[in-house]
């Protein structure tokens, strides 16, 4: 079945250091992708939506500056945390939509946790 | 999208049929629902969907009221791996937008 592959799978660092996570989609191609954020007992949340080739687009209440999205291939979308601080900790989701199987459910990677100290 | 309403958590024996419930009174009639779990620490694993049939697979079945304004998941054979928080959705089918979870249920399997 399809496959996305989040990486890292989980990340401590220091406050202040900005940390970049991949999203690859290792079967199909993917015009877009999704970010989710999740806090401890908290459900996932739509933080971005990453296009291929194009700007992200955010969520209301979202930092574009804080949280850098990079999609330059089918295949590969990147978050990336700037600045990271504690607040920012958090359970890290990423999806991604079939290009060629757009009415097939999203695929979802099996996140990154991150812990800044 | 629409808004749904699951029971914030059930538990169930192991081997059991879990039946999870979800209210969608204000579904439009081009969206479907779907069902995503998410183990422990891990990403959400979709289930199934349907729009007003009810739809079975090698995971669960689907049972959709006639009106469509609720649903039920159903695990068939509980294991202690169904041990899950799960989301129901619903969502015009093949939509180009993100997910909207809300809290879902947190299904206990008991030994």
């Known amino acids: 079945g399809a496959v996305v592959s989040q990486h890292p799978s989980w990340v401590i660092c220091k406050s202040g250091t900005s940390v970049k996570i991949e999203c690859r989609s290792l079967d199909f191609q993917a015009t877009t992708m999704f970010w989710y954020r999740q806090f401890p007992k908290q459900s996932l949340m739509l933080m971005a939506t990453s296009n291929e080739g194009s700007k992200a687009t955010y969520e209301q209440g979202v930092e574009k500056d804080k949280f850098l999205i990079n999609h330059a291939s089918l295949t590969l979308s990147t978050l990336t945390v700037t600045s990271a601080h504690p607040e920012d900790s958090s359970f890290y989701i990423c999806?991604?939509?079939?290009?060629?199987?757009?009415?097939?459910?999203?695929?979802f990677g099996d996140g990154t946790r991150l812990s800044i100290l | 999208d629409a808004k749904t309403t699951q029971p914030p958590s059930m538990d169930c024996a192991e081997g059991r049929a879990a039946n999870l419930p979800c209210n969608h009174s204000t579904i439009s009639g081009n969206e479907y629902v779907y069902w995503y779990r998410q183990i422990h620490s891990q990403g959400p694993q979709y289930i199934i969907h349907g729009l007003k049939n009810n739809e079975t697979n090698e995971m669960a079945s689907l049972i959709i009221t006639e009106d469509r304004k609720s649903s039920t998941l159903i695990l068939p054979h509980a294991t202690l791996r169904d041990t899950a928080v799960y989301y129901c959705?619903?969502?015009?089918?093949?939509?180009?937008?993100?997910?909207?979870f809300g809290k879902g249920t947190h299904l206990i399997i008991q030994p």
């Open positions: 959705i619903v969502r015009v089918g093949g939509g180009a937008d993100g997910l909207t």
């Open positions: 999806s991604a939509r079939d290009r060629d199987r757009p009415n097939q459910p999203q695929h």
